[in-house]
């Protein structure tokens, strides 16, 4: 808690994976550095963001810090995995003191139970409801994209361990569809924020033709929610996938 973090260096899924601990932890994530940003997280020495946060006066860490934090369930002493220390990296108003954190298997354990159709809030007729991406369509590219995401990080030479494989690949899905959905609260375009990933989700690459058609924005809105509840579902079939139902 009170830990802003932004994240340089790193690949998907990889980065996906840190920032899910770290969120699961109590801290807040951004993409960029901004002076609401508190700590730089790197995966080496000088690249463009680690030069721009040194010049600011932030504090720049490694990895492993995120890493030992999150296996021990708490706060530990960060002098050793600093690559720079900078202005302080935590901010002072939290209203508690630190606490040992339990991790949860996946944020997907955190959705509950039932079916889509009753856990996605409808919008009303007056905010420009889109039906271009049925929950069907939804469902059926969820597990496809699962499949295929697995399938890339089983090829790769340095890859997860196998228990752990399907919890990453469900993960990065997410964290990329969030990417896109926080793209269109920004009012940015998602092919930008979405162009590191190795594997985008079918339902990203429709929320970009989509974008892309043309749109003002009010659709842009309900573009944007759509997204929020096409994300809803694959978290659940995500969850259906890794209880084997």
Not at 3 to 10: A, E, K, M, R
Request: neutral net charge; proline residues 4%.
């Amino acid at each position: 808690e009170g830990i802003v973090v932004v994240l340089s260096g790193f690949v998907n899924p990889e980065r996906g994976d840190l920032r899910s601990k770290m969120l699961e932890m109590g801290a807040e994530y951004q993409p960029d550095w901004d002076t609401n940003s508190t700590l730089l997280v790197c995966a080496f020495e000088n690249t463009p963001k680690f030069r721009q946060v040194k010049a600011d006066g932030g504090s720049i860490i490694s990895k492993e810090w995120i890493l030992k934090c999150y296996n021990q369930k708490k706060l530990v002493d960060i002098e050793q995995y600093l690559f720079h220390a900078g202005k302080p990296w935590r901010k002072r108003h939290l209203h508690h003191e630190p606490r040992d954190v339990k991790p949860s298997k996946t944020k997907l354990s955190e959705q509950g139970q039932g079916s889509p159709s009753k856990r996605i809030a409808r919008p009303s007729k007056d905010k420009c409801v889109f039906v271009a991406i049925t929950p069907a369509k939804a469902k059926k590219w969820a597990a496809e994209d699962l499949a295929r995401t697995v399938s890339w990080l089983e090829s790769q030479e340095e890859k997860p361990e196998a228990c752990d494989i399907m919890k990453i690949a469900a993960e990065g899905m997410l964290t990329c569809i969030q990417d896109a959905i926080d793209a269109l609260r920004a009012g940015k375009g998602i092919r930008g924020a979405t162009e590191e990933w190795a594997c985008v989700p079918r339902v990203v690459e429709e929320l970009v033709k989509l974008e892309e058609d043309g749109m003002d924005w009010k659709r842009k809105e309900g573009l944007c929610r759509e997204a929020m509840g096409c994300k809803q579902i694959y978290e659940l079939e995500f969850l259906n996938a890794e209880h084997g139902d």
